[in-house]
């Protein structure tokens, strides 16, 4: 019988698993070793992942949470362009959608229905995708620290059951 971890991993073909790996030194100096069967599912993934952030379904649950104000400048001006927050579905908490000088959270979109590990998907790669690029529905806006809190209850739960 297959571990989860077998089942996981069928898709790699067969070729990618037979390529010399290749060892290479990064920017920053670090060693590292491309072509390896983890090396590949960890690009496949990110790769996934990136795709998913250029989703316009994704965008549209941004969209849902954003709020525009308009206070007077500092200079006590009119505006020309709104403040653009972004509301978490959890907390409430008003984020921005990158990183800023004042720390504000920043929104992410959360999988109810988590996504799980490419590797411990038991359907593999076609399951992750199909639970990567879900039902709209499935999707929420949150903050980053109220998303870090879900995706560790989702990995602990995931646990429990594919054990
Ligand atoms: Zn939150």
């Not at 993934?45 to 649950?61: A, C, D, T």
């Not at 000088?101 to 920043?106: Q, R």
């Not at 988590?114 to 590797?119: F, I, N, Q, S, T």
């Not at 709209?136 to 949150?142: D, E, I, M, S």
């Amino acid at each position: 019988m297959q571990s989860d971890k077998d089942m996981g991993s069928k898709w790699i073909p067969p070729a990618v698993v037979d390529t010399e790996p290749v060892v290479k030194i990064s920017k920053r100096g670090n060693r590292y070793t491309m072509w390896t069967e983890s090396w590949f599912k960890s690009q496949v993934r990110g790769n996934l992942r990136q795709l998913f952030m250029q989703w316009p379904r994704r965008k549209e649950v941004l969209d849902a949470v954003r709020l525009e104000e308009w206070p007077p400048t500092q200079a006590g001006k009119p505006r020309k362009r709104p403040v653009v927050w972004y509301i978490c579905s959890e907390c409430g908490a008003k984020c921005k959608t990158a990183e800023n000088k004042h720390n504000h959270p920043i929104i992410e979109v959360d999988h109810i229905d988590p996504v799980g590990k490419l590797d411990s998907t038991p359907g593999g790669l076609i399951e992750f995708i199909n639970r990567l690029f879900c039902d709209p529905k499935n999707l929420r806006a949150v903050c980053r620290p109220c998303h870090r809190q879900k995706t560790r209850s989702d990995r602990a739960s995931m646990k429990e059951t594919w054990r």
